[in-house]
T-cell receptor, first 112, second 110 residues
Framework: GESVGLHLPTLSVQEGDNSIINCAYSNSASDYFIWYKQESGKGPQFIIDIRSNMDKRQGQRVTVLLNKTVKHLSLQIAATQPGDSAVYFCAENKAGYSTLTFGKGTMLLVSP | DTAVSQTPKYLVTQMGNDKSIKCEQNLGHDTMYWYKQDSKKFLKIMFSYNNKELIINETVPNRFSPKSPDKAHLNLHINSLELGDSAVYFC?????????FGQGTRLTVV
């Protein structure tokens, strides 16, 4: 399943499933995008980033896809595990600036 | 070793009080930030410091003031606290594309 949210949507999956978390961005001047994971009671943690001149980047069990035409970013998590349960945020960095602007998060719940 | 550390982790205080939250990073990064996370988990940038110079202030009330005694520290001072200031405040530092966040300070104004 997948989820696109204006509020804090929740994506519930079974352990072992693949998860897709979506994000829409508005700033076409962003030079890179980042996905963060925030576990309960902790600060956001970097997962993976992608430059605006790329459309796909893979990490360990994660893939980020960037569609600049529709200003859409997605995070795919393969073989989702209970430890992946967290709130996931996309963030963008405007070219020439050092500030990260965060989107509204998506809560991922993984059941065993 | 904690890369970005904030103190205190929890802060409960009455309206009208003045309080400070401390932040230290041992990563040698030049850029540090303060973010506010509301009850809906939305993360909003408050301040950005680069080499001790304030470079962005995102329409934050002037009751909030960042203080950076050196490159490794960025403290947040809040005067005349209001109920609406209750939130979780995160400090972060960044080099390149990766930002490192502290564990957050949960501020509750009563």
């Amino acid at each position: 399943g997948e989820s696109v949210g204006l509020h804090l949507p929740t994506l519930s999956v079974q352990e072992g499933d693949n998860s897709i978390i979506n994000c829409a961005y508005s700033n076409s001047a962003s030079d890179y995008f980042i996905w963060y994971k925030q576990e309960s009671g902790k600060g956001p943690q970097f997962i993976i980033d992608i430059r605006s001149n790329m459309d796909k980047r893979q990490g360990q069990r994660v893939t980020v896809l960037l569609n600049k035409t529709v200003k859409h970013l997605s995070l795919q998590i393969a073989a989702t595990q209970p430890g992946d349960s967290a709130v996931y945020f996309c963030a963008e960095n405007k070219a020439g600036y050092s500030t990260l602007t965060f989107g509204k998060g998506t809560m991922l719940l993984v059941s065993p | 070793d904690t890369a970005v550390s904030q103190t205190p982790k929890y802060l409960v205080t009455q309206m009208g009080n003045d309080k400070s939250i401390k932040c230290e990073q041992n990563l040698g990064h030049d850029t540090m930030y303060w973010y506010k996370q509301d009850s809906k988990k939305f993360l909003k940038i408050m301040f950005s410091y680069n080499n001790k110079e304030l470079i962005i202030n995102e329409t934050v009330p002037n009751r909030f003031s960042p203080k950076s005694p050196d490159k490794a520290h960025l403290n947040l001072h809040i005067n005349s606290l209001e109920l609406g200031d209750s939130a979780v405040y995160f400090c972060a530092s960044k080099r390149g594309t990766e930002a490192f966040f502290g564990q957050g300070t949960r501020l509750t104004v009563v």
